[in-house]
């Protein structure tokens, strides 16, 4: 297993599937916060939700809950992941104000019934709206991130409205690799080109969507600078076969196979 601080790219657990079985009962099993603080103790460098209107997986005490977890783990990174425009500057003010961790946003342009997130902001459409909830977002002392389709003619864009990083959406990556090595060729070059526009740009690069065990080490050699993956779906899917500890430490070992050459 890759110690924490050895890695380049961090590891940042999404819990949102612990969530959604959760809430198919009224049990409060599996637990959000035991899941989290297992993949903490595994050595997962920081934890992401996805609080949805209609809380369909994370509802708002999680949020809380989780912060206070957070608190109890120095160093590592708590990232929310919403729409700036729905009830996400509500959400982090209200964690601030409880003094709880909050360390990243990641604004997302999803409806408010979107079946999952499927594509980033658009420049220069988006441009006028977002500069100022991100400098709203950024005075609460909380690094901003936006999800971003893998276009790197968008980058300098998507920094001149006052980001602090990008996510680069992988969904489309995830498909190819999963088709064979001629499209995934095709996405490592896009990838590429848009994680080295966003960090010419002076942006740090996040990526996520669909990362699973197979497809992250691949990606992290061809794709330059990612300083965070968010993973869950897979991850949690994992953990549901291998537990919480072996999964964490799993994919640990596939960033730091990808930091080895
Ligand atoms: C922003 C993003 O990439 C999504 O992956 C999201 O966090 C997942 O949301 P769901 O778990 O609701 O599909
Ligand atoms: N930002 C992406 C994320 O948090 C998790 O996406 P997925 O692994 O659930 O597709």
Known sequence: MSPI???????????????LVRNTRH???PSVTRAAELCLQAGAHGITVHPRPDERHIRWHDVFDLAELLRQWPGREFNIEG????????????????????HQLTFVPDSVDQFTSDHGWRFPEDA???????????????????????????????SAVGADRVELYTEPYAAAYAQGPAAAEVQWRRFAAAAQAALDAGLGVNAGHDLNRDNLTPFLRRVPGVSEVSIGHALIAD??????????RAYLDAIGAAQQG
């Open 83 to 102: 729409n700036p425009f729905h009830n996400l500057l509500e959400v982090a003010r209200e964690v601030k104000a409880r003094g709880l961790p909050l």
């Open 5 to 19: 601080g050895s890695v380049h790219t961090a590891l940042s657990v999404n819990v949102n599937k612990v969530a």
């Open 239 to 248: 953990a549901l076969e291998l537990g919480y500890t072996a999964t964490v």
């Open 128 to 158: 006028s709206r977002l500069k100022p909830v991100i400098a709203q977002a950024r005075a609460l002392g909380v690094r901003i991130s936006l999800f971003m389709d893998a276009e790197a003619d968008a980058m300098a864009a998507a």
């Open 27 to 29: 049990l409060g099993i």
